[in-house]
């Protein structure tokens, strides 16, 4: 997106152009009542604090926000043209600034009363996204107005995607109708697309022109007959003029009249007979050979349904044969000129293909052939037959990725990463800023890593991984992080080996400090989930969320002892779910989020008492990180996703950010500070983003997606 390279990060000392100013005769070297200093022939030193050198955002504006300082009164701030506002002589200032959409620069001039001034004094990046894709779930290929057509489950939309710019617009939320869009379709004769919606039980008609939604069926039109119960996908029988709905509330394969929207049911568990029930399953239709294609993702087979509704199965585990058994399919397409399916399968993270007529499959890509960018979470595609690819969604990237059919590589159709699309996260799990070495560390569990990423420009470079530096002790469920700083390391709980790894922070070498046999088996973890570092005692504290317990581990030895439980040291404010953990050094305490309680606990160093430090109910929380410079503990609540500030005094909430503003929160999990900056840092799993957020207004921009 941009040449990070190029970007002013703080201010540039000195001046663009300088006029000293002389004082009267006499004086003592200041100025004659303007705020002047003899001798100050420099312009203002400009620190920019919020957003980060290099972000992205979806608002029309953004707010500036900055400091400065100048022997001599400063005269003005301005960013882009635009005057800054301050209270206390720009010592702290901001300025809103409109932007365009795309790449933004904003530069910061800056003058003081000697007459010294400068145009370049820094400068930030800002890329404004016209459509920001949060959970994208349907694609289909429009030709005849050159673009592709998503759905996106979250922001209940359809959005287009030119297919030569790559330029993305809004189409259509059919007038606020859609709920949870799923599958589907262009009925190109009616000019509009036909949309499943899964919570409404309705396949509603989009025109592809205004945009404009209508009904086609649901369970009062055009009657009551055959209802929906939970239509995931939709495909048209050009033959028949029909549209066909797999609905996996009642497992069954649906006709939908297109004129009228009147339901029949063309495939269920009795209908027309009972062979080869269907149960989940994106479809397709084979035109040539009179049929309709399934993939059930819980039987794993490809079954098709012929146009009296009989059932039989293509392919599985066990026809043709057993090789290259489905593990989850979440698509289906025909490639008819080379008589073969294409199935998407999110188990392998890859494509096969499937002989139309043996069912024979044969693999076109997965995780190992194309590591170098990996499916997150692959929903659905389109076959692109003019340029031999498909064109595959991804929900958990939210980006489209193109996929060549016959050498199975793949490459980004239209990324949304920012600052650009190297080292993309996958599956974000907890965050711990290192600022020795001015960096974020990220665990993610998709990709099985540490990610390191740069605070300022939102940068990232894996640091530890099954292949950074080695295959050692690799990471399996990375799930927590925190720094060592005293012993010169990181710490990593992971689940999936319930055990605490050291990572160097040089090189990424990964070592076991603590698992179940290591030093012994004392107090063994279950499902370790977060971790933080009491640097007086010198030992980690792990939360153990099915044990309900504070398990300390010693740094030196890796030797567990169990802090607080439901029986130690009793049974009062006993947790229910612990999720997140952070030190408060000052008041001699450990404060627990407790998803289940919806309360922070504090939990007493010395003894392991515990007691309620929040006053409110929280919803889900399960992130915390101790704001001392601010006397409060920073919580992520997952259930509302929100930001919710925890008086360490007195234990009053107040909400920081919120769900429902632009850039807007989908599953927020972590949560740290640039103590350098000041910035809040958020991981959003829902977005696969790490957000920046100002401290005191809550305003945020994507920092690293």
């Not at 000293?20 to 400009?46: E, R």
């Not at 993939?295 to 490809?302: K, M, Q, R, T």
């Not at 693999?363 to 340029?387: G, K």
């Amino acid at each position: 997106m941009f040449d990070t390279t190029r970007i002013v990060i703080l201010a540039v000392l000195g001046s663009a152009a300088t006029t000293p100013m002389l004082s009267g005769c006499g004086s003592d070297g200041a100025g004659i009542n303007d705020g002047s200093v003899a001798g100050d022939t420099l312009a203002p030193a400009v620190t920019v604090t919020f957003p980060p050198a290099v972000s992205a955002t979806e608002g029309e504006t953004v707010t500036v926000y900055g400091s400065a300082s100048d022997a001599s009164a400063i005269s003005y701030v301005r960013v882009n043209g635009v005057d800054a506002i301050s209270n206390d002589g720009f010592a702290t200032w901001s300025a809103v600034v409109d932007l365009a959409i795309g790449d933004n620069t904003l530069a910061i001039q800056i003058a003081d009363a000697a007459g010294n001034s400068d145009d370049q004094a820094a400068s930030i990046a800002i890329h404004r996204q016209t459509v920001r894709l949060m959970a994208p779930e349907a694609i289909v290929l429009d030709n005849s107005n050159n673009r592709l057509l998503v759905a996106d489950r979250t922001r209940r939309a359809v959005f287009a995607i030119d297919l030569a710019s790559g330029a993305r617009s809004f189409l259509s939320d059919a007038g606020g109708s859609l709920s949870l869009p799923e599958g589907m379709v262009l009925d190109r004769p009616n000019n509009r697309l036909l949309l499943v919606d899964s919570l409404e039980k309705a396949v509603i008609g989009i025109d592809l022109d205004a945009g404009d939604g209508q009904t086609l069926s649901d369970s009062s039109t055009p009657n009551a007959a055959n209802p929906l119960s939970l239509p995931t996908d939709i495909a048209i029988d050009m033959v028949t003029g029909r549209a066909l709905v797999v609905d996996t509330g009642l497992d069954a394969v649906i006709a939908v009249d297109l004129n009228d929207g009147t339901r029949t049911v063309l495939s269920d568990a009795v209908t027309p007979d009972s062979n080869a029930p269907l149960f989940s399953s994106p479809l397709a239709i084979d035109s040539a050979s009179g049929r309709a294609l399934v993939a059930d993702n819980v039987l794993d087979a490809l079954i098709g349904v012929e146009v009296d509704g009989t059932r039989s199965v293509l392919s599985d585990a066990q026809t043709p044969d057993n090789v290259l058994p489905f593990r989850n399919p979440t698509a289906v397409n025909l490639d008819l000129p080379n008589r073969r399916a294409l199935v998407l399968d999110s188990g392998i993270n890859g494509l096969l293909t499937v002989d139309l007529n043996t069912g024979a499959r044969n693999l076109l890509s997965d995780r190992a052939s194309q590591a170098e960018l990996p499916f997150a979470l692959p929903q659905d595609m389109v076959h692109d037959v003019a340029n031999n690819r498909v064109l595959i969604v991804d929900s958990r990237r939210c980006d489209v990725i193109a996929e060549d059919l016959t050498t199975g590589v793949r490459s980004l159709f239209s990324g949304s990463g920012t600052p650009d699309d190297a080292n993309r996260f996958n599956f974000l799990k907890a965050l711990a800023y290192d600022a020795v070495n001015r960096r974020v560390l990220v665990a993610d569990d998709g990709l099985d890593a540490v990610i390191a990423m740069d605070p300022d420009t939102g940068e990232r470079l894996i640091f530890s991984s099954a292949t950074m530096p080695d295959a050692s002790n690799r990471l399996v469920t990375p799930s927590g992080i925190a720094l060592d700083d005293a012993n010169n390391r990181v710490l990593v709980v992971d689940q999936g080996l319930n055990a605490v790894l050291t990572i160097d922070p040089v090189d990424g070498a990964r070592s076991v400090l603590s698992d179940n046999t290591t030093p012994n088996a004392d107090h063994p973890f279950v499902l370790a989930t977060a971790i933080a570092v009491d640097v007086d005692r010198n030992r980690a504290l792990v939360v153990d969320q099915f044990a309900k317990a504070v398990i300390a581990v010693d740094l030196a030895s890796g030797a567990r002892t169990v802090l607080s439980d439901d029986a130690n040291p009793d049974a009062a404010n006993a947790f229910s779910q612990p999720r997140g953990i952070a030190v408060d050094a000052e008041h001699n305490r450990a404060l627990v989020a407790d998803g289940v309680l919806g309360a922070v606990i504090a939990v007493d160093l010395d003894t392991g008492a515990r007691t309620l430090l929040s006053t409110s109910l929280l919803s889900l929380p399960v992130g915390i990180f101790l704001d001392a410079a601010n006397n409060r503990a920073l919580v992520v609540e997952t259930a509302n996703d929100k930001l919710t500030a925890v008086d360490l005094t007195t234990g009053s909430l107040t909400t920081l950010a919120v769900a429902d503003a632009v850039n807007t929160f989908d599953d927020i999990i972590a949560v740290t500070v640039d103590s350098d900056s000041g910035r809040i840092l958020i991981a959003d799993q829902g977005m696969t983003t790490v957000q920046a957020i100002h401290p005191l207004t809550g305003e945020r921009v994507d920092v690293s997606h």
